[in-house]
């Protein structure tokens, strides 16, 4: 018999299934003397502290966030554009080679992709202690590697012929290459490049709760200590800088799609100089915001656990349970972000509902899931479905904001055919509406799959469960044989959700339509 699937809109809705479990385990634990501390966690927004000690630290705080960001993003994009060169297929066939030398990097470099910056940050700080250049380094790591692996599948996929023809016309490689290729990677590139930046900004942000400097720690400070004020001292100014960066994105990409060959390739010189005075500038920045201390870096390598101590780790450690609360809490929390955005604009896309909507996956996706956790604990206990809750909401704030650009972006007559045959509100959007964007989201949507199985450390280290609850009392106890053994489970087990993730994503792009692989570049 043959299996009958429901169609992409359907598939796009599905995943919000997750709720169901997830409400089952939260509502029953909520406690109403928490609904209070929510009550007056929001009164804290309209009346923010204006201390003159509290706006200095904040200031100081958002200064410290911003140039870590600028630095770290113009330093990653630098070394992943080279990375993405030199590991990809491309560069070598042209030099008349064998390709091995570039899938050799390719290697090398999943191992850095597959480890949240979270965990970099951690382990830095357990070699170089607590410095400034800990939190730049521990974006850099990650981000190199993630922007090289975007880059060098765009570079490889290209159409070579061009390329081939300039070489059997007697150009050099590095100049054919140039040529060739640099015209129709740029709009990818700079497009992809540019939504790095504001990964940095909430990276940094990220790095800052668990110590590491910033508006980060200003607002895990503030929350801890139940000082709403002075959170929403420190979370105004960085829901602005966000917004601002944002527009300026996305007025940046309108330009350059409406600008002609010349314009462009002088944009692409201009965007150049400004990643290379970006880390001059950021570099300065940091120096003046952390004057040098006296003497060299100070760094002590940990010691190197050896095969008995490796065994003995294997052994403690409950793996199964361990395994299977972080796949469960990556299911719950995907379910949540995938299912949520579509949801809400069906049971509300008319009116004002949109406008909110955006306003809310705005909010959810600028507050660190930590944050998002400590807040949701003031009123329940902690269980596995409140961290999914935690993470899933910050995630359906960065799909529902891809998924309301492509519907702005796509022309109405579907909707207003199926209205004209006076089909239900709900069904017209679904299918007049929905089903175009319906594959290049889920698309999307297998992407960041993979990125929430990463982030599973992120609440994992709050939320006492999963991987990164066991990574973290390993680190608090200094055992570097379970630490090394955890590490290379959670970077095994994201790799084979990254190769999951991309079989999803290319069979979903099959079907998409011409804005779906631009709409990827947004990950």
């Known amino acids: 018999m043959k299996l009958h699937w429901p169609s992409a809109p359907l598939l796009c809705l599905l995943p919000a299934l997750a709720l169901v479990p997830v409400l089952v385990v939260v509502v029953p634990?909520?406690?109403?003397?928490?609904?209070a501390t929510w009550g007056a966690f929001l009164l804290g927004a309209l009346r923010p502290s204006l201390e003159p000690a509290v706006l200095n630290a904040v200031l100081h705080g958002l200064q410290v966030t911003l140039a870590t960001?600028?630095?770290?993003?113009?330093?990653?994009?630098?070394?992943?554009a080279v990375l993405a060169l030199i590991s990809a297929d491309v560069l070598w066939l042209s030099q008349g080679g064998s390709p091995w030398p570039g899938r050799a990097l390719r290697v090398v470099l999943a191992l850095p992709r597959s480890i949240h910056e979270l965990i970099w940050g951690v382990l830095l700080l357990q070699v170089f202690g607590l410095h400034p250049w800990v939190a730049v380094l521990a974006i850099v790591i990650p981000y190199s590697a993630l922007v090289a692996r975007v880059w060098r599948d765009q570079l490889d996929s290209l159409d070579r012929r061009r390329l081939i023809a300039l070489l059997q016309g007697g150009a050099g490689a590095p100049a054919?290459?140039?040529?060739?290729?640099?015209?129709?990677?740029?709009?990818?590139?700079?497009?992809?490049?540019?939504?790095?930046?504001?990964?940095?900004?909430?990276?940094?942000t990220l790095l800052g709760v668990f110590g590491l400097g910033g508006l980060g720690t200003e607002l895990q400070l503030s929350l801890q200590s139940l000082r709403f004020e002075e959170f929403w001292t420190a979370l105004w100014p960085l829901v602005l800088v966000s917004v601002a960066l944002e527009q300026l994105l996305r007025l940046w990409r309108l330009r350059r799609g409406g600008a002609d060959r010349f314009v462009e390739q002088r944009q692409q010189l201009w965007c150049v100089v400004g990643l290379v005075v970006a880390v001059i500038g950021g570099a300065l920045w940091m120096q003046q915001l952390f004057p040098p201390q006296e003497g060299a870096l100070p760094w002590q390598w940990p010691p190197l656990p050896d095969r008995a101590a490796l065994i003995a780790a294997a052994g403690e450690l409950p793996w199964l349970a361990l395994m299977g609360d972080t796949l469960l809490l990556t299911v719950l929390a995907a379910g949540l972000a995938i299912g949520l955005p579509p949801l809400g604009l069906l049971l509300w896309h008319r009116g004002g509902g949109t406008t909110l909507q955006s306003l809310i996956w705005t909010a959810l996706r600028l507050l660190p899931p930590p944050l998002t956790l400590l807040l949701l604990l003031l009123a329940n206990q902690p269980s596995l479905a409140l961290a999914a809750l935690a993470l899933g909401l910050q995630n359906a704030g960065v799909l529902g904001r891809l998924l309301l650009e492509g519907l702005e972006q796509q022309p109405a007559e579907r909707r207003i055919a199926i209205e004209a045959t006076a089909a239900p509100p709900a069904a017209s959007w679904l299918y007049g509406s929905l089903s175009g964007q319906s594959h290049a989201y889920l698309a999307y949507a297998a992407y960041r799959s993979d990125v929430i199985l990463r982030e599973t450390v992120v609440v994992g280290l709050v939320g006492g469960t999963g991987l990164g609850w066991a990574l973290i009392e390993a680190l608090s106890s200094f055992h570097w044989a379970a630490i090394a053994l955890l590490i290379a489970a959670f970077a095994g087990i994201t790799l084979v959700g990254e190769w999951l993730s991309e079989r999803q994503r290319a069979h979903w792009l099959e079907g998409s339509s011409p804005r779906g692989p631009e709409v990827l570049l947004q990950s």
Request: aromatic share 8%; with cysteine; charged share 5%.
């Open 176 to 204: 054919a290459l140039l040529t060739a290729m640099a015209p129709v990677m740029a709009p990818s590139l700079f497009s992809y490049g540019g939504y790095r930046l504001e990964c940095a900004l909430r990276s940094a």
């Open 29 to 35: 634990a909520l406690h109403a003397g928490g609904l």
């Open 69 to 80: 960001a600028l630095l770290s993003w113009a330093l990653s994009v630098l070394i992943g």
